[in-house]
């Protein structure tokens, strides 16, 4: 019984795969499941079936909207039920910080492209007669929502996948191992002994993938936690509904309580209740066992929970829920990240497909499968690549704290510009003693201690005080006027920044150069250059954008995002092997190398008190690298600037942090030098309109649109997305990245608020702050090309408050590069 692709696992996603994969071509598809197939026993079976239409992430929400136009579509699975019950979901809000919140998500949701309503108490109450709208401040109606029966799902996914004579389910089949051969995959094994000869092995356990995937070595950071469900004994309110009738199973939509992690849905004339709100009950996937429910837990749900129950729907007020007929702690999983896990492994024909809920299921199996068969996705894959975890996030004891921690917080409030909360302190920069000294508030970037702003600038708040607005509540939240400072004093001086966060990918050796050509859309530079340049997919869309610096014939070093480096590197790698180039070295240099960003204009005073370099213009042009001294440090200086200014980024082992920070800091002492932030470092970048990858661009974009398609040059020969990108050459652009200014000086943004043209939305808010030196706020976002002039005059809207804006100049601050040259 050999198949061409082996899928472990028949919940939603390896159903939907299955499914996908016939979709686009493929034949032989096994799907294997260690139960039944259709009632299986992983989270799939157990689920209360709601299929929620939207969140603040965009990814999610684009998944969510995906699954429910496919889910709508497949029909009943028996005549028993109603599979697909487009019934709606309304979050509602106990608190007025939680109304506020919907009104972001609101917003966003009109970004998205999907309907939603915001309601009052009694509106909300109207909607769901047994809600008690005194209880409440008010809700969003989201009406694409919907509630599915959700084995039912799974069976008429099934049906549609094996519709095609492509697919095959066997059920009551556990996979023990995974073969490997020549660095391919060759076969399963059953816990039988049966050996499956196979090319590809899509592992969609889910709660149960982290134990396959440390067989074949790929990490799979998730844990699966238990949450309570309850079917509640009849209510009077829902008498009327006759349980022989199945469509009146579910006739109002499910509501959420956010605050108090609790939601509720129809089920005829009772309820089902469920609760996240107890203590994490985490389950290692390892000692699962084969089940994905396990006994209630009385105590966990007779409190809090109970009584917030009753306070919101008053029927069930004096029930016993100790005498519901139904009752379990069902589990689901949840990564370390709170996103699914998906794509390929290090071993040629390995993929993983995890940590996924049934909202999302249809279309993480919709990406999988496409990435599968063509090698790329329709949808960008950032923040779900399976490839996109740090060492760290991989070690059992972060993967336990982290999992239970999103547990506790997962309908928890946060603010775009919030740090992770716990754990904290896991990766330090090796300048922390001097942050620390300077009165650093920290933030995190991909697990590092790095300073938002330092509050020992107050002695020059002053100095500035007029030219930075003030801010209260939500939008000063993670803010301070600190980063103003630290802004303008860059700006008409000289700033000392932390780069810690910047990776370091080598490739180097023979063939260095034609593998850094092909991945490369700009011309890669000579030795002793730099060339700022693009990854393409094959659509042409924006894989990444990067530095690359030439420091030998055959050696180059890629600069990128410390968030970013695990997927960079595994994908240059992925590059190399799959083109044949196995003599190239590529070596991550990121956790031996630290950096410093000395940028302003007295930058080349304050350096040449420290090196014996010459700094001159002819002597060392912009966009140029060399090894410098820098006290008694070597560094590779390279004379580039995110914030815009004359500078050199300075690259030297960890060992010189201290003394070369030191150094620096005693030589611009005379020249006023200031130690600037994350803030500071974002509101630079974005009035010199420098992109920012994963808000400003990424795969959904093309370098066109992005207005980065001067990096991409069509008559260099072969790379990497190069025919997409000579079709889109030639071609009127539907979009483009735009730079829009608010009228109002105190307007507000953070990303993702709609751009409206009267009553239609036309774009949403990419990247957003205050640019200090031209005393605006910015908003950066795609426009259609007719849009796309300056002047045009938009709104945006935050917090349902419609702010006047119109389309600026890009970029704000020194467009003629002036400065950069100087």
Known sequence: MDARVVIIGSGIVGSSTAYHLAQLGWRDILVIDQGDPVENDGSTSHAPGGIVGLSSNKTLTQYAQYGLGLYRSLGDYQSDRITFNPVGTMEIAVSQVRFDDLCRLQGAGTSYGVESHLLSPAESGEVLPYLDPAAIEGSLLVPTSSIVCSPHLNGAMQVAAAGSGAVRFIGDTKVVDIEIANGRIAAVVTEGGERIACEQVLIATNIWGPVLGDLVGVPVPLMALEHQYLISTPLEVLARFDRTKKEDEIVYPSFRDLD????????????????????????????????????????????????????????????????????????????????????????????????????????????????????????????????????????????????????????????????????????????????????????????????????????????????????????ATFWSRLQGVEHLATREGVGLFDLTGLSIIEVAGVGAATLVDLLCSNRIPNEGKVVYTTWLNDAGGVRRDLTVARLETDRFWFFVGEGTRPQDLAWVRRVARQSGMSEVSITDLSDSLTALGVWGPAARTVLSRVTTAALDNEAFPYFTCQWIDVGYAPALAVRISYAGELGWELHFPNEFALPVWDALWEAGKESSLVAGGMGAFDSLRLEKGYRGWGTDVHTDYNAFQAGLGWTVKLDKGEFMGAEAARRQATQPLSQKLCCLTMEERSGMAFGYEPIMSGDACVGHVTSANFGYSVGKFMVYGYLPAELAVEGTRLEVVYMVRRQPAAVDADPLFDPKMERLRS
């Open 260 to 475: 108090t992690t609790l939601y509720a849905r129809q089920v005829w004339d009772s309820l089902g209740l469920g609760s996240y709100r107890h203590t994490p009950r985490p389950v290692d996937p390892h000692t699962l066992g084969k089940t994905a429910t396990h006994e209630f837990t009385p105590g966990d749900f007779l409190g809090p929970a109970w009584e917030q129950l009753q306070r919101l729907v008053p029927p069930l007020r004096g029930l016993d829920p100790l005498s519901f007929p139904h009752r379990i702690n069902g589990m689901f999983a949840f990564s370390v990240d709170g996103m699914p896990i998906i794509g390929p492994g290090a071993t040629e024909g390995l993929w993983v497909a995890a940590a996924s809920w049934l909202t999302h299921g249809a279309g993480v199996a919709k990406t999988v499968a496409e990435w599968m068969v063509t090698g790329d996705t329709e949808w960008d894959v950032r923040q779900v690549n399976v490839a996109r975890f740090h060492g760290y996030q991989t070690t059992p004891r972060y993967i336990r704290t982290v999992c239970a921690k999103n547990y506790a917080e997962v309908y928890d409030l946060v603010h775009p510009r919030q740090p992770m909360t716990r754990p904290r302190n896991i990766r330090l920069s090796p300048f922390a003693a001097r942050h620390d000294a300077l009165g650093a508030v920290y933030t995190t970037f991909a697990g590092l201690e790095l300073p938002n702003w330092f509050e020992s600038n107050g002695n020059r708040l002053d100095e500035f005080s007029d030219r930075i607005p003030t801010r209260e509540g939500w939008e």
